[in-house]
Every structure is written in C-alpha cells, then in structure tokens.
C-alpha cells in the first residue's frame, strides 16, 4: 500500500515538472517572436527605411493578399473553369544605381516599344526619364492592360527586372482572371465571378463560392501615387491558401451533343428559349444542363438557368401524376377502363377542354389518355375518382415529391407552385385543371425528378452537380440521395412504364420511335399565360421520358418556349418540336455508350465483307487490340481496313496530306470534319454513323468546289 502512494506521488512529481518545463518552452518562444516583431518593425531595412518609417510616412501598409481560386473540372477530370495569373508591368525608376540606369534605359525602352507596341522607344524613354528626375514620383506601370504568364517570363529577361547588382526596379502586380477553356458551353451552369470581388455570383461559382474561394493572406504593401499598390518583401506576410477543386458530374461531350440539338431547333423553330437537361437515372448526376436564349442579334446563348429557375404550366407532361395518382387510389386495370372522349370538346363548367386532335378520340382506355394525351379522358378520369376527394389528390402530389424543392446542391431553385385548398386562388375546377397541367408552376429540372422516379422504379433520386471536393489528398465524396421508400407502388410504376412506353411507340411521340433501343416519355403542350390568359398560339412545348426503357440509364428532359411557325397547329406542339430534339441527343448517346448497347450478333462469311473501316492509326489500333483484330502497321496516320473471316484484316493507309479530296469512306465524322476544314473545306451531312458516300470524288478537285456534303450510315 505504502509503494502504491510513494508511486502515485512520484507520478504527479514528473507531471509537474513536464508542465513547467512546457511552460517555459512557451514564454520562451512568446520572447522570440516579440523580439522578431521589435526586429522588422525597427530595424529591417527597406529601401533604406525601416518598416516603421514607412509606416509613419503612411506609404506602406497591410492588405490582403488575395488566394488563388479552385478549379472546376467535368465528369472525366476535364478542366471547366481555373483561375490564370496576369500582371501589370511596373517600374520604380529611382531604384537602379546611376551607373546601371545610364548603360541599360535604351536597351530597356527599345524592349518596351517591341513588345508593347503602344509607344516609340524614345517616348518610352522620356517618360521614364521624367519619372526619374521627378522630386516625388517614381512608379510608373508600363502597360495599361495586365499581360500573360508567357509574356511575364519574357519581361523577366530585360534590363532591371533580371536580378543584376545594382539594378532592379522592375515589378510585377499579379491577378487572378478566371479563364473557361469550353466557354460558351455550358457558360450559364458553371458560372461566372464578379471581377472586382472575385466572388462566384451565378451558377456553380455561387453555389460552392465559400469551397472555391480559398483564405485570403495578408502582407505589406506600399501605396503610390493612383492608388496603386506594390507588395514589399516577405516579411510577417501570411500565406494566402488556394480553394478546394469541384469535381462536377457534367460530361462535356454529352452537353456539347445537348447544346448542338436545341439550338438547331430552336435556330429552326425561332423560339423564345430552350432547355435540356441529362440525368443518370440510378444517381441523379447529371450529365447535361443546356440553356439557350434568343438575342437581338438573333443568336442564342447561354443567360438564365431556365432548368432550375424557369417554371411554368408543365402541361401534359403532368398527365402522368395524375395518372399514378388514379391508380394509387384504385389499383385499376388502365387497360379495362375506359372514357368516352367524344369529338374532341366537352364543356366543363363555363369553359371548353379541347383534345389537340381533330375529330376526337372516341371511347378509350384510360392506358389510351396517356398514350394519346387526351385531356378529356383525363378530366373524366378525375371526375369519376376523385370528384369528392380533392385533398386525396393533393396528398398524392406531395407523396410523389411535387409540392417542393429538388433540393439540388445550386443556388437560385425556384420552389414548385401547387395550390391547395386553402390558397385563396382555388376553385371547385382548379384540380381538374390540374389533371393536365395547368394552374401550377413547376420547373423543367422538377418534373424530370419525377420521371426519374419513375424510371429508377418508384425511388425518387435527388439531381446532382457536383461528385467531390478535393483539397490535395482530402477529398470530400458527394454521395447520391435515394429515397428509402418508392413512391409509390410497384404496380403502378410497371402500369405507367408500359403507357410510356406505348406514347413512343404507338401514340403522340411515335415519330421518335427507335428500332435500336426503346424510349418510354411523354409530351407536353401548355399554352403560355401571358397577361393572366392563356394565349392560343403561344405554346410552352416540352418532352421528357428515359433510355433505354427496358434497362433505363438516362432520363432527359427538353423543354422549347414559343415556337413559331406558319405551318398546321401540330408543327407548334412537343411531338413536332421537343420530341424530335430528345429523340436526336438519345441516338446520340446511345452510339456513344457502349454499355446501354444491345449485343450484334457475328454474321460474317468465309467470303470477304468490306466494313469500310477508317480513321486515325492509334484509334483503330486501340480497337484493333480490343477486337483481337490483325495489328495496324505503323508509318500512317490515317488508315482505312477491311475484315475477313474473324480476326483477320487488311488494312491499307490513306494518304490525307496532300491538296486533294481525301477518300473519307469509313471515317467518323470527327476525322472527315478535322481533315475537310483543315483544307478550307465547308461541310454539310446527313444521316449519322459512318461516311458512306461524298460528293466530292477522292483525288484532285478539278470542279473547284468548296462545300461538300456527306452521306453517314
């Protein structure tokens, strides 16, 4: 017991004794640092004046040092947006000895005028000489307008910006430009900076501005004459620490595939705006988010974020809620139920609903209103189930995760607008209108969250832009949000994948309809409120469904504002003008994606098959690899091949070099369209795939044309 004290007293001795002597350490280091301050402050020299002279002249002083901002990179590590270094070029013309001012000023004025070009080599001159014989002044910046890192390495070689004993004199004032290497794609959702506070104010840039934005440092400064001010030295400055990268889930090939399909739409269709939006169906990332307004000058660019903020009267892309609301509620067989739609206009309380087809549709099934876009059918629908349950319909558009926010991490989401009962704008016909689209406002990016649902088999999966953030070796993971509960049943999600499925392939949108992988979506045609009416001619058209619908992988939504035309009705409506659009960027992926692509079965001969394979020699050697191919020789850099029986090839070069038409049989588009506009050609096509035919001949171009069309197969 004895030992047991003596040791407990011996313990608490040696952490006593620990602590003092950490104590010690402590002031110890405190004296050293006072004694560090008292040092610059009183006895560090600059330019022959301590640091407290020049504080009481009131020409130095302390600021931030401004830290470098993060970088934005795309789906596979492609920079998006990074933050360059410029300068101003000065000069303090009384630093240099006179002996060095005096054999060096001309040399220094002739590299000025070179470079710059603003001034003669004596204007140069004088102007520094000026600056120089002045009592007070002695700073001049060089160039009116910041210069490259390049050219800042140049400038470096000169006369008093070397490091020579006894020159000196030439400085550097650095800032940070943001520079988006894809610009103009997708200019709207990366974002942009306020050049003045270097803050993100739209888009990706605002929306994670405090991860970009890194910790400002601090250092010493001396003011000029114009305000200027020049850093000084190392002394007591902290460091300032760049930002966190933002690894986004954008794939810049598929926005550039979204951003080339709408605008050719809308470039046909002379539409107000236009939007789309690619989602992965499992993980909510997305893939594209295109928005394009029409200029004055007739052009479209990148302006408002119509996907996150533009809402409107959805349309009939809202027949789908309403259709699963109808089957939650009585588990119906869509396929036995049916509606007498009539002639195509039934009058509903003061006012008349129309079906956009001449004529009507008669009796149909309730699978039929959906794949035919019935807003009878559908009105009646809703009179037989739910005309005394009108909050039951209401909580069905909160359960299917209509009556809020997305939630997507980006600032600016414009909140759904869906009445209920105790909005003073409800009436006893506000839900039947509803039913199809109209007294609500949702946005584009709102009602693809839905579809998604439907396509990731009733879990609702929450949009998402940005995958990681990394700091060096810390990288911080986003994961995707899964609801852990459908929404709804597994019935109804396998009933409305069908009527999906049946509006491609035998209803409104069965112009879109593929023989290479199924599309299951809908269309929607809403009338534009303008001025508190809904205008006829005035049309909010949008399409929005998933691919593969058997295996789903992509949902995508497409929305055209306005539409003009001067054609029938049906050339202003979703099948005419959205549809087409989703149908052209889907074909698209799928030849892009090769793990949505349906097996091709072998169905070569012994005899020879000419497959007319050509292209760059390290592509086709990359296939050839995979393929288990014959090896492509080397000494080409293009080459053109033909398969016999399996793994054997001829392959033959083909010469692009020389002035005439290159045989372009076989190649991509990407290679035909970089060979024909390197040699000053203009290039028209048709059809996708692979070049088949060119009206060009291969050889000498002995008619002097130079626009060719190409035929792809």
Sequence with gaps: MKNEVES??????????????????????????????????????????????????NDLQLDTIPAMRGNIYSYDNSLLATSLPYYYVGFDSKTADSAYFKANINRFADSLAN??????????KNRILRSRNHKTRRYLRLKPREITFMEKERVKKWPFFTKDKKGGGGKFEMIYKRYKPYSPMADRTIGGTDPKSGRGYIGIEASFDRKLEGRDGVGWFEKIEGGIKIPVGDALNVQPEPGNDIYTTLDMKVQDMAEIALRRKLTEMQAD?????????????????????????????????????????PGSTFKLVTMMALLEETHMNPDHVTVNT??????????????????GFGTITASEVLEKSSNIGIVMLMQRYFANKPDKYLQYLKQFHLTSPTGIPMKGEKPPVIRDRSSKLWSDYSMYYMAHGYEMQMTPLQTLALYNAVANDGYWVRPMIVREIR?????????????????????????VKKMLEGVVN????????????????????????????????????????????????????????????????????????????????ADRIYASDITIQKPVKDTLTGSRKDVKWAGKSSDLNIISKELDLTPVPEGSEYIGGSLFLKGKTNWKPR???????????????????????????????????????????????????????????
């Design 655 to 713: 010469r692009v070099d020389s002035r005439d038409v290159p045989d372009l049989h076989g190649m991509p588009m990407r290679d035909a369209l970089y060979l024909l506009e390197n040699k000053g050609y203009r290039v028209t096509f048709k059809g996708a795939g692979k070049v088949v035919e060119q009206s060009l001949p291969p050889g000498t171009n002995k008619s002097g044309v130079k626009t060719i069309l190409l035929t792809l197969q």
């Design 273 to 313: 705006y236009g939007s789309v939006v690619v989602m992965e169906v499992a993980t909510g990332q997305i893939r594209a988010l295109a928005n394009l307004t029409k200029r004055p000058n007739d052009k479209y660019e990148e302006v408002f974020n119509y996907a996150l903020a533009g809402s409107n009267d």
């Design 506 to 585: 035998k209803g409104l949108a069965k112009n879109i309809k593929s023989d290479l992988y199924l599309i299951a979506g809908k269309t929607g045609t809403a009338r534009k409120l303008i001025n508190g009416i809904y205008t006829e001619g005035k049309n909010y058209t949008s399409f929005v469904g998933y691919f593969p619908a058997d295996k789903p992988k992509y949902s995508c939504i497409v929305i055209v504002d306005n539409p003009k035309s001067t054609g029938a009705d049906y050339t202003r409506y979703a099948g005419s003008v959205a549809a087409p659009v989703f149908k052209e960027l």
């Design 8 to 57: 407990g007293q011996n313990n608490k001795k040696a952490l006593i004794f620990r602590a003092r002597v950490v104590g010690w350490l402590l002031f110890a280091l405190a004296i050293m640092v006072f004694a560090k301050l008292i040092k610059v402050q009183y006895y560090s020299l600059y330019q022959g004046k301590s640091w407290q002279e020049h504080s009481l002249k």
């Design 115 to 124: 470079m710059f070009g603003e001034s003669s080599s004596l204007e140069y």
């Design 342 to 359: 009539g002639t195509g206009a039934m009058r509903f309380r003061k006012n008349m609903i129309r079906d956009a087809h001449r004529g």
């Design 471 to 495: 700091n060096g070796d810390k990288i911080d993971k986003m994961e995707p949000y899964v609801e852990e509960k459908p929404i709804c049943s597994p019935e109804t999600i396998r009933k």
